[in-house]
């Protein structure tokens, strides 16, 4: 079980020399837990069964409170029976654990979910940079989004943080914007039309240039506030 932190890690770890592949035994079963392309998750499965080795896909949605609590949402993909002997093991990791079906489906899915968390957070940015340009009273503007129709924990807890300047890591800037081109490749393999995250990357691509890319990701509303000429923050 592994998980790391893009598509060349895990070929070198796992197929690469002196990789995983080349001390695993027939009879194993390996599960990759990373935010990669579903193609590099086939990469991997039809790689271990040439060994005689199963293989699930089982990207999780959370960061580091959730994973320190037990409290991921866990997604997994492969043989039904390989999944159900794992299940165990991923319940002990996460609040809910969901099946997908085939190898690559459970890394479709992480992507399509991080395509609404790159969109939300962009929606945020933006919309407390507006409200600061208006002359809104931003605890108030959290207040709302705390309770609107359009509530959401990612929104109330990142808008929260940002008001107070906090933009420790739980998530970094530079995955987001790693997983943004990740989800770019995907969508443009199936010819689906992505036009919203294609202005994400951008302003992703903005604020690691500006050197924020070890910050949450929520610091794209830094390159927002550039181009705006203010900070947003609680007074």
Known sequence: MYSLSDDAAVEKVAMGQNGILSAITAGQITVDMSTVLPATSLLEQEAYAKRGVAFLDAPVFGSKNESADAKLWVLAAGKKDVFEKVKPVLEKLGQTV?????????????????LIV???????????VLAQKAGLDLKTVMEVVKVADFRSPLPVGNGENILKRDFFA????????????????FSDDLSSPIPALRIVQKNLVRAVALGFGNENASAVIKA????????????
């Open 170 to 185: 739980y998530f970094a800037l530079q995955l987001m914007l790693k997983d943004a081109n990740l989800i770019q490749q």
């Open 98 to 114: 969901h099946y997908l079906g085939k190898n690559g489906n459970a890394t479709a899915m992480k992507l399509v979910g991080n």
């Open 118 to 128: 790159a969109l939300e957070l962009e929606a945020l940015a933006e919309g407390l």
């Open 224 to 235: 927002l506030e550039k181009e705006a000429g203010i900070e947003v923050k609680a007074h």
